[in-house]
């Protein structure tokens, strides 16, 4: 009999996930018998406070980790062994080894986006970006182009409030000056290397430009973080403008890509699972 291998995501509203189908197809293609749940407080009629008990109970069905996502990647922390340094850094979690009775909790967001990145945008200059959103995906995403040498984020949010503490938060880890609170879209657009969206403009919920298409131009790469749909209004101007793109199924596969591998031990076929992404 092959290995079983079982793995589920806490989360709220979380039907409509490609990532049990991501986990389940690689596990399969790995000669594992591979089951991923979602574990949906919506679904099971349960508060977030119910996230201990989830927890427990995927330890006591042999899951080998859990993917952990909104509105749980904070209140995860206080109810885990261990940080991984990144993770710590952060003050997020995604993903959760289980193993000899441990938790182990590590974030593979902002790994995600980092690979889908390197890939996707091989030899974009990346020492100037402007990234609009300072949420939870903008502080991974963040994270990710300081660790891949941005020298100067400025970060946009509607609260500017949230984009300065999440500047202030960056500073003191990457260096004073490599990320600041942006105040003029226009200004800042205008010595940067490449944008990210790091906001839900663009969703078919959300639809929309994030920020005026006359910001935009030929020699700036534009990345989004934005998977449903690929194609955004904003990657569409850009690409019909001439600019590079990167949409926002690198990040949901790379961050899959990374829990599969913390999950089981056994390294994934990435380029297999981006071609499963594709076709969902
Ligand atoms: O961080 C990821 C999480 O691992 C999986 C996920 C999903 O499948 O919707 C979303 C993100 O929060």
């Not at 989830?54 to 996502?69: D, K, P």
């Not at 609009?132 to 040498?149: K, Q």
Request: with cysteine; glycine share 12%; charged share 20%.
């Amino acid at each position: 009999r092959k290995p079983a291998y079982l793995a589920a995501l806490i989360g709220s509203d979380i039907g409509a996930s490609l990532t049990p189908a991501m986990h389940e197809r690689e596990g399969a293609a790995q000669g594992l018998r591979a089951i991923y749940r979602l574990l949906d407080f919506t679904t099971l009629g349960l508060g977030p406070e119910a996230l201990e008990a989830l927890l427990v109970a995927a330890e006591r069905m042999g899951c080998a980790g859990v993917n952990v996502t909104h509105p749980c990647k904070q209140s995860v922390i206080p109810l885990l062994d261990e940080l991984s340094e990144d993770a710590r850094a952060l003050g997020a979690v995604n993903a959760v080894v289980l193993r000899d009775g441990r938790r182990v909790g590590h974030n593979t967001d902002w790994s995600g986006f980092a690979e889908g990145f390197r890939r996707g945008l091989p030899d974009a200059s990346r020492r100037q970006v402007v990234q609009l959103g300072a949420g939870g995906a903008g502080s991974a995403v963040a994270h990710a182009l300081l660790t891949l040498g941005t020298e100067r984020l400025v970060i946009l949010d509607t609260d500017a409030a949230r984009a300065a503490a999440l500047a202030a938060s960056l500073a003191a880890r990457f260096g004073a000056g490599r990320a600041v609170a942006g105040e003029d879209p226009a200004k800042a657009m205008a010595a940067a290397d490449g944008l990210v969206n790091c906001t839900p403009v663009g969703m078919a919920k959300h639809p929309g430009l994030p920020l005026p298409a006359s910001l935009l131009r030929p020699d700036l790469w534009v990345a989004e973080i934005v998977y449903f749909p690929l194609e955004t209004a904003l990657l569409r101007t850009a690409r019909a403008l001439g600019c590079r793109t990167l949409d926002g199924g690198g990040m949901a596969v790379f961050q899959a890509v990374g829990a599969f591998r913390l999950f089981t031990g056994i390294e994934p076929d990435a380029e297999r699972m981006r071609r499963h992404f594709a076709a969902l």
